[in-house]
């Protein structure tokens, strides 16, 4: 398998002007290259994508399985990069913190030996009123022992969610996260930002919550996958064939 050290992230969102009802907002996320990602797609190697998480990767508020962000995010890369033998393994588990996420770091994320592993980790801190400090002296020792693998991260912030929102913490670990990634020069794709690039494009949070207050619905995860999926191709030097073809 093919690997680059990651550089640092740069992130933008930008809405469309407009966009039809039933869809996704069109948005522009710009992350920093994945360069051992794209040599491994210009090499021809198959890529593994790990998710690792909590219960917003693993689905919690989703219909079924499928509806799942991992495995929609999967089938969008496979529409978009015809040919590429990838796969994206759902490892997120609900009401786990980072401290549990460390712990099954090499069973769970390094077994697989992906070449990506997209990081969500956060609001269970938050909702149980948790230190920062501490999140992100966690949140460093699993972003190392990734380094030292040479598989490159993606970290994934908390989705603009009442009960996230409601949390005395909330502000508090939006900073440290936003904080850790330029520290350790990984990029942060922004889901807080982006739900709020969707609601100034017309999309209200409610459309894209489960009734929770919480996590994502099944259009949530949909729009989710979508952006994802395309600031990964962009960010892996790769056509998207999809937009290519209009």
Known sequence: MIRRVLP?????????PAWAAGTCPAVTERLAPLLGVQAELEAGEPLTIVALGSSSTEGAGASSPQASYPTQLEAQLRAKLPGVELRVINAGKSGETSQDMLARLE??????????VIWQAGGNEVLLGRDPATFL???RQG?????QAGIEVVLMDNQR?????????????D?????????ERVPLFARSRLMRVWQEAGLPPGEVLAADGLHH????YACLAEALAAALIRSAGQRDTQIAAH
Do not use: K, W, Y
């Not at 992230?9 to 930008?14: F, N």
């Not at 972003?143 to 380094?147: A, F, V």
């Not at 969610?161 to 508090?172: D, E, F, M, T, V």
């Open 143 to 147: 972003l190392r022992r990734l380094r």
């Open 217 to 220: 619905n099944d259009r949530g």
């Open 137 to 139: 002296e966690l949140m």
């Open 161 to 173: 969610a009442p009960r996230i929102l409601n949390a005395p913490s909330s502000g508090r670990f």
């Open 107 to 116: 069973t769970d994320v390094l077994a697989h030996d992906p070449g990506l």
């Open 8 to 16: 640092f992230l740069l992130i933008c969102l930008a809405p469309s």
């Open 175 to 183: 900073a440290a996260i936003q904080a850790l990634a330029q520290e």
